[in-house]
């Protein structure tokens, strides 16, 4: 999208020809409807620049909800941006700060935002013309362009002098996909991490697979997950990295989670299978918790090397997720089958950790039918693999 084509949707027009063209159908023939009725009233730019926002705030509802309808995107921004639950969630962490937050690569502004609506004051900063555009747009849609802006500017070109903290947000996606590498993050995490350190406090926002030995000594890092989906990692820099130096943060239905390292915590023992399965939370796993997690349920590994956990007594934490243990196996495509068609199992949900095997393959090989619902749960116990039928619980 052109820049021109966007400032125009902000033109009294331009956000007519949107209000008219959040009314229609969201599907291909419905928006295809809408675009032929506007084009007589509305340039066919104007009406094309609108219906783009109508699909992206389309896609957008689930990260942002009802904010959705209200917000503006590009593509890209969208597909980076941080979702609701967590930018809502970090914002607080910053509510405590006597001065304003610097935020490098500030995309469409959500965090921006969310900071901005928790009442801390700010300014974003994006190479992009367009992106801060849309990311201005969105302070003004929620009336606190008066506390946060947006401009743009090289994000290592920053001084953070007079800014209480820095937030920043590589890009880590490519034309090519995700990137992995930090040092080949927009900008490097390296780099970044140098120009934040230099603030009182800073928060730099990375993938979760964030390899241990990037993270800078004496770094705080927090792993979030949210509905049991593993969304991002934080490095927390100077103030804000106080507490522990590993943390998982699990958002779950408006509330929130953390665990923590437990010195009295020792590594888990290996015991043979027990009634119970316990699958860790990813942020736990990420953030080498898995010890304190199964220490929550009296439990131990199967493998030393796998982070399931079994144990006898069934225990409610937010931390794992139950299965009650029916029937271990040692793997076969022939004996599982057997095993499913005696206990009439027609719905399955397949799970795998340290398993080699294709899921899509077994399902279609295993070809189930019955009544009843099971999840089978493909693992391995050192160098041997085994298929639990388990019931979640």
Not at 137 to 165: E, I, M
Not at 204 to 219: D, L, M, N, R, S
């Amino acid at each position: 999208m052109e820049i021109a084509h966007f400032e125009a949707l902000l033109a009294p027009a331009g956000r007519e020809a949107l209000d008219a063209a959040m009314e229609s159908d969201v599907s291909e023939k419905g928006l295809l409807a809408t675009a032929a009725r506007l084009r007589s009233r509305y340039p066919a730019e104007l009406v094309g620049a609108a219906l783009g926002q109508v699909r992206l705030r389309a896609r957008a509802a689930a990260k942002f909800g009802p904010d959705a309808a209200r917000m503006y995107f590009t593509p890209q921004g969208l597909e980076q941006s941080t979702r609701a639950s967590v930018a809502a969630y970090r914002a607080a962490g910053f509510a405590g700060l006597s001065g304003p937050v610097l935020e490098l690569c500030c995309g469409i502004g959500a965090d921006l935002l969310f900071r901005a609506r928790a009442g801390v004051a700010g300014t974003g900063v994006d190479l992009d013309p367009l992106t801060v555009a849309v990311a201005s747009a969105n302070l003004a849609a929620f009336g606190v362009s008066g506390l946060a802006r947006a401009r743009v500017g090289d994000a290592l070109a920053q001084d953070p002098s007079g800014y209480a903290a820095v937030f920043a947000d590589p890009g880590r996606r490519t034309g090519r996909g995700r990137v992995f590498d930090p040092k080949a993050y927009e900008p490097p995490l390296d780099a970044l991490i140098d120009l934040a350190s230099r603030a009182p406090a800073a928060c730099v926002k990375v993938a979760p697979g964030i390899p241990y030995e990037a993270i800078p000594e004496g770094a705080s890092t927090e792993w979030i997950s949210d509905e049991g989906d593993v969304k991002e990692a934080a490095i927390w820099l100077g103030a804000l990295a106080g507490g522990p130096v590993r943390k998982a943060t699990l958002l779950r239905r408006g509330e929130v989670h953390s665990l923590t390292p437990d010195p009295a915590a020792s590594v888990p023992e290996v015991r043979p299978w027990g009634r119970y399965l316990y699958e860790p939370d990813g942020a736990v796993i990420r953030a080498h918790l898995v010890g304190e997690a199964a220490a929550l349920v009296d439990g131990g590994l199967a493998d030393p090397r796998i982070a399931y956990i079994t144990s006898d007594v069934l225990k409610d934490t937010p931390f794992t997720s139950a299965y009650e243990i029916h029937e271990v196996l040692p793997f076969s495509v022939k004996r599982l089958k057997a095993a499913l068609r005696a206990r009439g199992i027609g719905t399955l949900t397949l799970k795998k950790r340290g398993f080699a095997g294709d899921l899509d393959r077994l399902r279609r090989d295993l070809r189930t039918s019955g009544p009843s619902a099971a999840t089978v749960v493909l693992t391995r116990v050192g160098d041997s693999p085994f298929a639990l039928v388990c019931a979640k619980r």
